[in-house]
């Protein structure tokens, strides 16, 4: 049998059940945090489904390769999804050459709704470095765990985390003052109206 490029190796069999069903239940427990990993970098609900199956497909006939999948699938999912957007970037260009045409409309998103959560949007404020860290920080990582996986000191680490923390806490307390504003602008309209 004869494999496609691009396409996984099949499971081997002297992987047996028992390395399957491993990689099913770390699939089961992992999914939805590794989605919410990659949105936290940025992406759409979409776009981090996209990166993450592609990452779990390529992870199934190399399972008992990998040592930690836990961090190994957050690391590859982010590759999966800068990647990406580099294509994204360069899609205009293809389509004026015509190699692709517009995307297929999807069915609805499964996260439909979840992309308006405050902890996303508030972490987006963040620039790429800091969002990097908070989001393994965020998925319960420490900062020498992140520190060791991102190849950085420690120090640089706790530095992004303190910087992120402080500039999400100005931006949260921005955002009440703006509604408590906008509540006593309403109140004050209401009386101006003769209203209680």
């Given at each position: 049998?004869?494999?496609?490029?691009?396409?996984?190796?099949?499971?081997?069999?002297?992987?047996g059940?028992?390395?399957?069903?491993?990689?099913?239940?770390?699939?089961?427990?992992?999914?939805?945090?590794?989605?919410?990993?990659?949105?936290?970098?940025?992406?759409?609900?979409?776009?981090?489904?996209?990166?993450?199956?592609?990452?779990l497909?390529?992870?199934?006939?190399?399972?008992?390769?990998?040592?930690?999948?836990?961090?190994?699938?957050?690391?590859?999912?982010?590759?999966?999804?800068?990647?990406?957007?580099?294509?994204?970037?360069?899609?205009?260009?293809?389509?004026v050459?015509?190699?692709?045409?517009?995307?297929?409309?999807?069915?609805?998103?499964?996260?439909?709704?979840?992309?308006?959560?405050?902890?996303?949007?508030?972490?987006r404020?963040?620039?790429?470095?800091?969002?990097?860290?908070?989001?393994?920080?965020?998925?319960?990582y420490?900062?020498?765990?992140?520190?060791?996986?991102?190849?950085?000191?420690?120090?640089?680490?706790?530095?992004?985390?303190?910087?992120?923390?402080?500039?999400?806490?100005?931006?949260?307390?921005?955002?009440?003052?703006?509604?408590?504003?906008?509540?006593?602008?309403?109140?004050?309209?209401?009386?101006?109206?003769?209203?209680?």
């Open positions: 049998m004869v494999r496609r490029a691009g396409e996984p190796a099949p499971f081997r069999q002297d992987q059940r028992e390395g399957y069903d491993e990689f099913a239940n770390f699939v089961r427990a992992e999914h939805k945090r590794l989605v919410r990993f990659v949105a936290t970098l940025g992406a759409t609900w979409e776009e981090a489904e996209d990166a993450v199956s592609e990452v497909i390529d992870l199934l006939p190399r399972w008992h390769e990998i040592r930690s999948p836990r961090a190994y699938c957050r690391l590859a999912a982010e590759r999966t999804y800068v990647n990406s957007e580099v294509r994204l970037r360069k899609a205009p260009d293809a389509a050459r015509g190699f692709w045409g517009p995307a297929p409309q999807g069915a609805a998103d499964a996260y439909e709704g979840l992309e308006h959560d405050d902890a996303l949007r508030h972490l404020l963040l620039d790429q470095e800091q969002r990097r860290v908070m989001a393994f920080l965020y998925d319960g420490s900062p020498d765990e992140i520190a060791k996986l991102l190849n950085k000191k420690a120090a640089t680490v706790r530095s992004n985390i303190r910087h992120a923390r402080k500039r999400l806490k100005k931006a949260i307390a921005d955002e009440q003052a703006l509604e408590l504003s906008e509540a006593g602008a309403q109140l004050e309209t209401k009386r101006d109206l003769g209203g209680k």
